[in-house]
């Protein structure tokens, strides 16, 4: 019972860290950009574009485009990509992907939201329909199941094909919430009350503050407003990372 207190108590004085200087997210660029739709967008450009890879970047009306790469780099940076051109590249040429479909040409069916849907808001079977589309997101899900019971990253539109960097997990601790941090191990369990500092879903990391200390610590959000530290988290973002690379 000691040696757990004493592991509970060096966990609740870590101090916190500073945060360091905002900055964007870095990426590299794709080595032979393409395009399937005639629309192009920074995650057909860039590798890691992450929540931004979906935003359009330019149209594109024939076999290929030439994009300026300084306005790209800024174009990018707006959405919180940050390329520094190590090659000093003046062009970028996105071409159109082998056998993709002409701009406008409608002959893929696809995974369609049936209704407008908010940031957070979890998908249900009644929100998807199938619909024929000019190209499928690289990452378009196979079936309905593979993006039920996620929640929206961002506003998604009614008619717009599904890819699966439009949802997440949906968030079960917010920032500002009461959350229950729970340390086991051996048998022993030990619990404390905080704050959290940030959102999580299941199997995400999460600053929470203990109020009392005054100091913060980084849990695993375990369940609604509950987190855990020590052995047990880490066995809980370890599934969760399995389970975000076979998505």
Sequence with gaps: MRRALIAL?????????????????????LVNPVDASGQVTLGEIFD????????????????????????????????GLDWDNPQ??????VRAAPGGAEPGRRNVEVLAYARDLATGDVIQPQDLIWSKAAAAPV?????????????????????????????TAPIVIRAGDTVMVTWSEGGVT?????????????GES????????????EAVASGPDEALVGPGAQDLKSAHSSQIALR
Excluded: E, W
């Design 48 to 79: 890691d574009a992450g929540a931004a890879r979906d935003v359009v970047v330019a149209q594109r009306t024939g076999p290929s485009v030439v994009l300026d790469a300084a306005g790209v780099a800024a174009f990018a940076r707006r959405y």
């Design 9 to 29: 108590a060096a966990l609740l004085t870590v101090a916190a860290v500073a945060s360091p200087a905002l900055a964007g997210q870095p990426v590299s660029l």
């Design 139 to 167: 990452d378009a899900p196979r079936d309905v199941d593979a993006v039920v019971g996620l929640a929206a990253r961002r506003p998604l539109r009614q008619g717009d094909a599904v890819g699966a960097h439009d949802v």
């Design 190 to 202: 030990l619990t404390l009350q905080g704050k959290a500092i940030g959102n999580a879903a299941v």
């Design 206 to 217: 999460v600053s929470v503050l203990n109020t009392a200390s005054k100091k913060s610590i």
């Design 88 to 93: 000093g590249l003046r062009r970028i040429i």
